[in-house]
């Protein structure tokens, strides 16, 4: 029988509350603290694990000749998404137990050299979190319409690689300037992004290649990616109190967590399930969720290519979710 993006209700598994779990899926207040806390330490490596790449991959492509040069421009790919992420954690409140270093190096160290106004982030993504797929839903256009034809999700696709979707945020980045209740944080975004230029040019004794090795990723390749992931996350999914029905279950890679669900957050029906535990404890929690019955086979993806796959086809068949791993 074929399954939609959405399980059908057959699939999902009735075995909550456990003596572990509550019926939401939350772990126990007596296990809840261990899942929800935050290693400071491991967050600051993170940090300047992920400033140290990209400094590695802008100096490489500029000196180590074309081949160089392209690999650094590709791999900015997932250093854009490792961006991303860390500046996810700091909206949730994740990336440091202490409030003021939380915001200070998720806004000035992650979120603004990501191009991100992380406040207005966390208020969009918060009312995610709170009804996905409710009527203040930010990121709908990311998520419905699907499944689609394929030329569809091309068209979106190439829209994306070649700078379009990223010269419509750039235009509203800009424009928000000239408002006066915006203007102080799109200034800092693009102050930071000038004292940005201004280090790959000092770094790298190139004046271009803050644009070729970290606008231009920006600009083109970080949207695929973005817009793949997104389709992962929730595309096609459905409103629901049931995290099952709102958010994919996708089976787990070293190469897909290498190159866009970086710091476990391709387990994402966990981080919905419990919005408070840090990714450096999502795996943990995933496999919580699996011995408890309520994650199953039934309803995750063999893979990421599986779940595209089904997103551009009217219909689901059980083989999609039984093929290689990406």
């Not at 019955?293 to 059980?318: E, K, Q």
């Amino acid at each position: 029988m074929p399954l939609a993006l959405v399980p059908a209700p057959d699939a999902l598994s009735d075995v909550l509350p456990s003596e572990r779990l509550l019926a939401n899926g939350m772990a126990i207040p007596e296990l809840r603290a261990s899942y929800r806390h935050i290693d400071n330490w491991r967050n600051a490596r993170a940090v300047v694990m992920v400033w140290f790449w990209t400094a590695l991959l802008a100096y490489g492509g500029t000196h180590w000749g074309i081949v160089a040069a392209i690999a650094a421009f590709v791999l900015m790919g997932p250093m854009h998404a490792r961006f991303a992420i860390l500046m996810h954690e700091s909206a949730h409140r994740l990336l440091f137990t202490k409030k003021w270093m939380n915001d200070a190096v998720g806004r000035w160290l992650v979120a603004y050299p990501a191009f991100i106004p992380i406040s207005l982030y966390r208020r969009s993504h918060f009312a995610h979190h709170r009804e996905e797929f409710g009527p203040e839903e930010p990121d709908m256009a990311f998520y419905r319409g699907y499944p689609c034809a394929p030329r569809d999700l091309r068209r979106r696709l190439i829209r994306d690689a070649i700078g379009i979707s990223g010269y419509k945020n750039l235009v509203a980045l800009v424009g928000a300037v000239a408002k006066p209740s915006s203007r102080r944080v799109a200034s800092s975004i693009i102050g930071v992004q000038v004292v940005m230029f201004a280090l790959f040019w000092f770094f790298t004794g190139a004046w271009w290649s803050y644009l070729a090795f970290w606008f231009l990723p920006w600009m083109t390749q970080w949207r695929v990616l973005n817009r793949l992931r997104a389709i992962a996350e929730h595309g096609g999914m459905s409103k629901s109190s049931d995290r099952r029905l709102t958010t994919h279950n996708v089976r787990q890679t070293w190469l897909a967590r290498f190159w866009f669900v970086p710091y476990n957050t391709g387990w994402h029906l966990a981080h919905h399930v419990d919005m408070g535990v840090p990714w450096h404890n999502l795996a943990s929690y995933h496999d919580e969720l699996r011995r408890a019955g309520y994650v199953t086979d039934a309803i995750t993806f063999a893979n990421y290519f599986s779940l595209w796959r089904a997103a551009t086809s009217p219909a689901v068949h059980d083989s999609d979710r039984d093929e290689l791993s990406f």
